[in-house]
Structures are given as C-alpha cells and as structure tokens.
C-alpha cells in the first residue's frame, strides 16, 4: 500500500490560548505508524502578517521526519495580505488559502475580506478554502446555551447546529461562483453542508468537499459522556454530528461526491480540555486523527463498499463467498497488524 497524504493537520498551533499538542516531530511520527506519509499543515498568519506566519511555520517544520506541506490562512484584508500571498505563491510554492467563517473576533473574516481573498486566489491560481461556519450565528447559539444554564460538552454542538454549516457552507459556494474560482470546503461535517457540495458539483460548478476521519466514523453521542474527560475530547469545529451525518458522508465518499479524506488533527491534552470544564466554549477545539485516518478509512469503507457489492451479486456468483472469505482474512490480518503498531 502506499504511503496516505492527510491534507488537513494542525500541528504545534496556537488556539485558544493553548497550542496544540503534537508537534511536527510527535505528530509525524504518529503519521507514520499509521500509514501517513505527508501531510499539509496550515500556517497561520502572526498578528496578520502571513509572511512572518510562513516563516514561524517554517521553523516548527525543521523537526520533521517526513514529507510535508503548507496551506496559509488569512485572517484579515489589506494591501500587505496580498502580496504576502503573491509572495508565498510565487517564491514558496504555496497554492492554497484557508478563510475562516467562523471564530468571531480571532480568525473570522468579513464576507467582503472572503470576496477579496478569493478574487487574489483567482488572479494568482491558487485555491481559496473555507472553514464553512456562520460565526455569528455560532455566538448567539452559545449565548442561548449558557442562558439556558447548559455549560458542558454537549453544549457544543448544540450552539453550532448543522443549519449553521450549510449556510455558511452556501453562502461561500455562491461567492465563489460569482468571483469564479474553484473552492475546496474543509471539514464537510454535516448532510447540510454536503448537501451543497453535491448540488454546486453537480450544477458543473468546481467545488471539492473535504470529510475528516471523526467525522466519518464518529457521531455526537460521547459529546454527552457524563465524564467531562471523555466527552471534552470529542470537542472540534464545526461539531461531530448525530447520528446520520457520517453515513451520508461515507456514502458521498464511495460515490465521488466527497474525493478525499483528512483529519483536522488537532489534540489537545486532558489538561489543556480541561479549561473549558465549567464553560464549553473555553474547551480547545480539536481532536487527533492522522495516525487513525487510513485504518478507519478502511474500516468505515472497504469493508462497507465490499458488503454492498456482496449483497448484490451473492445469489448469482457462489464463487463470490470464497473471494469474500480470503478478503475479510485479509482486513483482520491487517487490523491485528495495525494493532501491534499501535
Ligand atoms: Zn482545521
């Protein structure tokens, strides 16, 4: 098997006051003992300035023991921010950016800052991505949480519903339409925001919708764990969803609405979880993924495509259950192989 590229990783990143957990070093090790063998970070601007934010990540990059590389985000609008972008593209190679619709007052851009950013990415050929949350309506969802005393891990996804997502993930669409350039959509975590993937894609329109291992495999329920601990380490942005969502995304995986599959690997420690134990939106959003993200990919959807190919053909093909037999020794033989690596 090849080595996996995970296109989506945050290592060693300042957010929320903390920074997260894995470093270059730890985190590409863990990539590696699952399969990885590169990975495509995101460099985030310091206060603003995207070059000196290139060159911190730079830096944090010199540990590393594989392949990796950059996407840059951009977090505000001005004169500098473009030619810091025509600068990375040109002399760094870096061909994509990362707006957030979300994080009010930290990394959330203006709808006209995203239109300015996407006309940049247009008129270098790089391609503009999006963080798809309305981050205004993610801050009223959370004042409506603590008004109604829910203070906890669950309080999370329920500030930042599905609804949210499929509207920002909408509105970032239509914008990229207007301006005409392609647009990639991070993190599809819901039905909702895949929803308008498949329709713009299907209208011939060039978007790639991006799923992330959690959020194929996983749904909401230990959001509610009653250990703080458990339930805290669940906590990224947007949320891992109810049960529901992760079937429609496996299923627009199989069929190529959905192409590639991340993580978003972002850990914080118990430690660092816990300063959100008496307020969920002080929990540090982000969960690990890039050492389990070719295993569950398997699992979530070899197996899956192979039973439904089974179902099919069985009564017509015997010979199929011999073939099955040997393919089913084969994924035990490699998942009792990952665990003796883990
Ligand atoms: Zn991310």
């Avoid at 590389?69 to 001005?78: I, R, S, Y």
């Avoid at 930290?106 to 800052?113: F, H, P, R, S």
């Avoid at 109604?148 to 509207?167: A, K, Q």
């Amino acid at each position: 098997m090849p080595g996996g590229i995970d296109p989506h990783t945050h290592m060693e990143m300042p957010f929320m006051g903390q920074e997260s957990i894995d470093d270059f070093f730890s985190g590409q090790g863990a990539a590696l003992a699952g399969g990885t063998t590169m990975h495509i970070d995101f460099a985030l601007p310091v206060d603003g300035d995207l070059a000196a934010g290139y060159q911190a990540w730079e830096k944090k990059a010199e540990k590393s023991c594989m392949d990796y590389g950059f996407h840059m985000a951009v977090t505000k609008w001005n004169d500098d921010v473009a030619k810091d972008m025509e600068w990375l593209v040109k002399e760094k190679g870096i061909n994509s950016f990362k707006f957030f619709m979300a994080y009010k007052g930290a990394l959330m851009v203006t709808d006209e800052e995203l239109i300015q950013g996407f006309k940049k990415c247009k008129e270098l050929g790089a391609l503009p991505q999006v963080h798809a949350e309305n981050g205004d309506g993610v801050v009223e969802g959370q004042t409506r949480m603590i008004e109604l005393g829910i203070t906890g891990p669950e309080g999370h996804p329920l500030s930042r519903p599905p609804v949210l997502e499929g509207e920002a993930t909408a509105r970032a669409i239509r914008l990229a339409k207007f301006v005409n350039t392609p647009l990639y959509v991070v993190h599809v975590m819901s039905i909702d925001a895949l929803d308008e993937v498949s329709r713009a894609r299907h209208s011939g329109q060039r978007v790639i919708g991006e799923p992330v291992a959690s959020g194929l495999a996983l749904d909401d329920s230990k959001l509610w764990d009653p250990d703080f601990k458990i339930a805290a380490q669940y906590v990224m942005s947007p949320p891992i969803r109810a049960a529901g969502h992760s079937q429609a995304l496996q299923a627009a995986l199989s069929s190529g609405v959905l192409q590639l599959v991340a993580t978003d690997h972002c850990p914080f420690n118990s430690t660092q979880k816990a300063l959100g134990k008496y307020d969920f939106r002080k929990i540090p959003n982000g969960v690990n993924g890039v050492e389990e993200r070719m295993h569950i990919v398997w699992d979530t959807m070899v197996v899956l495509v192979f039973l439904h190919f089974h179902s099919r053909l069985r009564h017509f093909l015997p010979i199929l259950q011999t073939f099955e037999y040997l393919c089913f020794s084969f994924i035990f033989r490699f998942r009792e192989m990952s665990r003796l690596v883990h």
